[in-house]
Every structure is written in C-alpha cells, then in structure tokens.
C-alpha cells in the first residue's frame, strides 16, 4: 500500500520531528522542485534522494510559539553494519500473528503475511505492495503452513483459528471445502499437516481437548484414522516422525503420557514412563524421539519405548528446537548450540529459532522488553550490525532471490519491518 506512513524515508525523517507540535508542514522534496516558482530557488540544489522531505513544524504556548525548520539528510536504506531496512508495513490495528515469508509460486520470490487484532489476514509482496486483506473468524493459531493441495507448484495457505480449519490460495479465496468448522474448546493446538511419503498426498490434523480428526487433502475425514478415546488432553500439536522407514505419531497428554501411535491412529509404540512434558514438541534426533521436560532435562525415547533421561540444568522455561543434525537449547540467557554456549544479556525473550539457508545455519531470539532481536551464526558469533530494532519472533529467507537473506519481524505493536543482511 503505497502510503505516507508505509515510506520508509518518512519514517526516518519522522525521527527527527518533534515528540509534540501544534501543526506540521510537509513538504514532498521532488514535488517542489517542480513547480514553477521555485525553479530558481535554493531547493533546485537539493538532492531529492538524500533530501526527501522538507518539514515546518510549530509548537504553540499561551505566550509562546515555537517553529522548527528542517531539511534533513535520510539515509532510506542502510541502519548499520551492513544491515538494511528494506520495508516497514504500518498497520492501523496492533499485530497479532507476526509476518512470515510465504513462497510466491508465481515468480518464486517470497511474499509476507500476517493477521491484527481485528482478524484481518494480510498478504503483502517484498516490496511492501498490499494484495489483499481477508477477515477471519478469530485469531490463527500457530503458524500459516503452505501446502500444494492439486499437486502443480501453485501453493496454498492452511491453518486454523479456534474455530476454522481454512486453507486458502494467493488470491485470498478460500479453497473449497476447506472452511471447516470447529467445535468451541479451551485446549488449543495448531493444525498438524502429515505428508507421509513426500508426495502431497496431504493428511490435516486438527487436535484439541482429548479429541483429534483427520482430513485429506479433498477435505473428507479420513475414516482410516481412528485413534482410541484418549483419557486426558492433548497439550501439544501433535508431530508426524519417520525413523528408518517407519512413521511414528507423536502425541502428547495432559497426564504425562506419551502415545506413539500408527499411520491409523492406533498405538505402535507403548511408553510406560510418564514424562513431565515442557512446551516444546518432539524431534527426530539421532533416530531417537527428543524432547525436553519441565525438570530442565533433555529426554529422548527409543523406537522400543525406552526413554533416557539427561540432567541438562535447564529452566522450567526451556527450549529445545532441531534443524537437520543441529540440536538447540535455551534456558533463561543461555543459548547451547551443538554444544557451544551463547550468553546473551538479562531479558524477555522469545523461542530462539533454527535457521538453515544454503547450507549456513542462523539463529536468532528476540528480547522483547528491550525490542532488540540478535541473529547469530552456527559458531556462536553475533552477525555483524545486530542486534536490531524488532519485539516479535522473526522469519528469514532470501525474500527476492538476490541472494541476500531478508529478516522480517514486527517493528512494534502494529508494524512490520524487513532487514536486508
């Protein structure tokens, strides 16, 4: 949307303003260069790239008034240390879901979306063009995932609010039948999708309470799919693993019981040892299915539904994320990476996240009391020019194929921004 406020020259010269004023003149430097009265004016020196914005501003008292003159020079791109500002989105609503990359099927850029308060979900290009806008029934929960429903390269968003399983095209249609409703719950998981043997023969999973339905890709329950009533609720969505050819479902109860169950639903693996589960999910790491617990623990399973237990210190708080053989823990100011240990300052922080882009793998964490977000390489090291402005978690991919990485988050509570690296 091509707006003042979504300018990111004006959102630089806009620091330089006054925190208050009565009244504010702004003028557009290019604009003025070409009218006629000024042509012999001293703005015809003016170089309308470094000097986009002319400002007259005034704060007015009972007995005094005072005025402020400004041509300031604006740097539109580079913050520091190599790291550019490629966008700010300003929206009018606080943000709710934050922006993620999503592929363009069209042109294999990435465009970016995400949804505000009042359930608006917005898709925008990576220069900061509004496609669309499309009202929801609620919040989304969890992430947009995307999928290749007809199997043709054209991709589709799908997700679910707390009511809604949608999936939805790069117009911003619902993809029939997929509006499905939901019944009212106050255990909540984000949709699960399964693509078994990689071929988008998709399976979608919606779990909440002590009950889960399975769709196909068609939107028919899939009656094949017939798990046993569960006893206690799911706390976590649950996650599709495959260990030497074998596909394990992964699902996680209130009571500590871990199911591991069969493509049908029914149990493959019985663990008899309950587990004081985290909010972290299970991965697949060294053909082990690995988690943490709340007792800072690192606890994996066998194929045999043997479990080991770990005594790694953590928080109660803890995070455990894993990216091909790359395993991640985070506990309070402390990141352990493969071993190697990042401390990073006191603060309030998001899951840090994995990253791997062309082979070089990135993560990052956001201390959202401090609104800084830090991005750091797999030996520890802090990337050059960060941390930067940001208080939400981020997404990183080469958004315009010009290989370079663009790291999107929010700016603030109802803006987005893009950083080149």
Do not use: C
Not at 207 to 234: A, C, E, H, R
Not at 353 to 359: A, C, G, H
């Amino acid at each position: 949307k091509q707006t003042l406020i979504n300018d990111i020259s004006y959102q630089k010269n806009k620091e330089n303003l006054l925190n208050k004023f009565s009244f504010l003149w702004m003028a557009n430097t290019k604009r003025i260069k070409e009218e006629v009265v000024f042509k012999k004016s001293t703005y015809e020196d003016l170089d309308i790239n470094l000097y986009p914005f002319i400002n007259l501003e005034g704060l007015v008292d009972e007995k005094l008034v005072l005025l402020n003159f400004y041509i300031g020079k604006t740097k539109t791109r580079e913050s520091s240390g190599g790291i550019y500002n490629e966008l700010i989105v300003s929206n009018t609503n606080k943000i709710t879901t934050p922006p993620k990359w999503l592929k363009n099927h069209r042109n294999n850029e990435y465009d970016f979306a995400y949804q505000d308060s009042e359930n608006y979900l917005y898709l925008y290009s990576n220069k900061g063009d509004l496609f669309w806008k499309k009202k929801l029934s609620s919040k989304i929960i969890g992430e947009i995932q995307q999928v290749d429903l007809y199997k043709n390269g054209r991709l589709q968003m799908a997700f679910r609010t707390s009511d809604k399983f949608y999936i939805i095209d790069r117009n911003g249609s619902t993809v029939q039948p997929f509006e499905i409703s939901i019944k009212n719950s106050n255990n909540i998981n984000r949709l699960s999708i399964f693509d078994y043997e990689n071929d988008k023969n998709y399976r979608f999973l919606i779990s909440q309470d002590n009950y889960m339905k399975m769709y196909d890709s068609k939107g028919i329950t899939v009656t094949g799919f017939d798990p046993d009533s569960l006893n206690s609720d799911i706390i976590n969505s649950p996650v599709h693993i495959r260990i030497k050819g074998k596909d394990y479902i992964l699902v996680q109860l209130k009571n500590g019981k871990l199911k591991i169950l069969n493509r049908r639903g029914k149990d493959r693996i019985s663990v008899k040892q309950n587990i004081n589960f985290s909010e972290n999910n299970f991965f697949s790491f060294m053909n082990l299915f690995t988690t943490t617990d709340k007792n800072g623990n690192l606890i994996q399973v066998d194929t045999n539904g043997n479990v080991v237990i770990n005594n790694y210190s953590l928080g109660e708080n803890n995070t455990i994320e894993v990216v091909m053989d790359n395993i991640l823990f985070q506990s309070e100011n402390t990141i352990n990476i493969n071993g190697k240990i990042i401390k990073i300052p006191e603060g309030r922080y998001t899951k840090p996240r994995l990253f791997n882009y062309k082979d070089t793998l990135y993560i990052t964490i956001t201390d959202q009391k401090e609104s800084k977000i830090y991005l750091f390489n797999k030996e520890g090291i802090l990337i050059k020019g960060f941390p930067v402005k940001g208080i939400n978690l981020v997404d990183i991919n080469d958004a315009d194929n010009d290989g370079k990485i663009e790291l999107i988050t929010q700016l603030d509570e109802s803006s987005v921004i893009s950083y080149e690296i």
